[in-house]
């Protein structure tokens, strides 16, 4: 019997192991440091995770209730382009969720680790080629630093957030918001117990003062106090092989994009099963792998894009910058002509309807094209990309 380990406790670790255990027969070994906390990253999702966690964990909204977890009805927009507010909504039948990761990890953890055909072992493994297994995927977290393994996605232009965590008595919206803001742009992800506000930035353009005094209307807005504030920098990168013959990563030590898109936990999703069809079901090669990898963050990458260069209602240098990086990405893209420059010829030549929607099947990126043609039309860059194509 084949053996795959599992590098890693966190929210991509819980998810690898629950989908190993559900869709192959393999034996699974769980390796984690317990020394090392887990980063609560991820809580708001696309629509990816909810089907995931019903097909791999039999979840229910009494299992999402231990977790804190809201439904997400879309995305509510605000500032972008010339100021539309806007709500990118999720067709009825399918929603993400909001869910506290910590809670997340742990309840996990306790749903699997009394299963036979996992072993868990505590300890610090560094070098996943130490290990004695048929198949190994590191889900270990960021790495410390960038080098010739990773490519960096230099095209975005945030690398930093400030993170306010405000408990309040029950949700206020059901809707993650995405707030464009003087600095970057403002998430918010309802919780049933707590709201998590985070100012995403560049650290160049500002001052954790500027961050600070230029939030304060968004928690005025919505009746909301800090009880804590975390700092977080980060880098933008994808690994430039992450499917070996042996070794697959995931989750941060794979890829980090900014949480502009929620694409993170669906993006692992997309990972496990990618590492089932060419390891399990062989039914492609790891180049195919490879190369499916980095389309899709291609794509995830673009649709970022498509949202800077829509610009914002803030002249200021950040956006200044933050456009014409977009713009400058957008353009190679074209030139190439590849999957994404169809997807967007589509939406700018045919019209979603109820009769044509077959043909719009396929995702762009992780969301389905649905989503897409939605955030082309309300970010109003119809004419701006007709003119780049042409």
Not at 303 to 332: C, E, Q
Request: aromatic share 14%.
């Amino acid at each position: 019997m084949k053996k795959i380990t599992i590098v890693g406790r966190g929210t991509v670790g819980c998810l690898a192991v629950s989908h190993f255990l559900r869709w192959t027969p393999y034996e699974i070994e769980w390796l984690f440091d317990p020394n090392i906390n887990p980063v609560p990253v991820g809580e708001g999702t696309n629509l990816a995770l909810p089907q995931s966690l019903y097909e791999n964990l039999d979840f229910d909204g009494y299992h999402f209730d231990q977790i804190h977890s809201t439904p997400k009805l879309g995305i509510w927009k605000r500032g972008w382009g010339k100021g539309k507010d806007f709500k990118h909504t999720f067709s009825a039948g399918n929603i993400g969720i909001h869910f506290n990761a910590l809670e997340f990890q742990d309840y996990v953890f306790e749903m699997l680790k009394s299963n036979p055909r996992i072993t868990i072992k505590e300890g610090n493994y560094s070098d996943p080629n130490s290990i004695d297994s048929d198949l190994i995927m590191v889900c270990t977290g960021s790495p410390k630093n960038l080098d010739d393994n990773f490519i960096e996605q230099e095209y975005i232009p945030v690398n930093s957030a400030i993170v306010f965590q405000c408990p309040w008595e029950m949700p206020k919206f059901f809707y993650s918001i995405t707030f464009a803001k003087k600095y970057g742009w403002v998430f918010g992800i309802p919780l049933q117990n707590r709201c998590a506000i985070g100012y995403v930035h560049n650290r160049n353009f500002c001052t954790e003062e500027d961050i600070k005094e230029d939030v304060q209307s968004i928690l005025d807005e919505f009746n909301l106090e800090p009880k804590v504030i975390r700092n977080v920098n980060f880098n933008n990168y994808v690994r430039k092989i992450n499917f070996n013959d042996r070794v697959i990563y995931n989750g941060n030590a794979s890829f980090f994009l900014e949480p502009l898109e929620a694409t993170s936990t669906s993006s692992a999703d997309k990972v496990n099963r990618i590492t089932i069809d060419l390891h399990h079901l062989k039914e492609f090669d790891q180049k195919f792998a490879n190369d499916y990898y980095h389309n899709m963050f291609n794509e995830i990458g673009c649709m970022i894009s498509l949202h800077y260069l829509s610009g914002s209602v803030y002249k200021n240098d950040f956006w200044k910058y933050a456009k014409n990086l977009a713009k400058n990405r957008l353009k190679t893209e074209f030139k190439h002509n590849s999957s994404f420059t169809e997807r967007i010829k589509t939406t700018l030549s045919e019209e979603y309807t109820l009769d044509s929607r077959n043909k719009f099947s396929s995702d762009v990126g992780t969301w389905p094209f649905r989503s897409f043609k939605q955030n082309i039309d309300n970010l109003g860059l119809d004419n701006n990309l007709r003119k780049m194509m042409a």
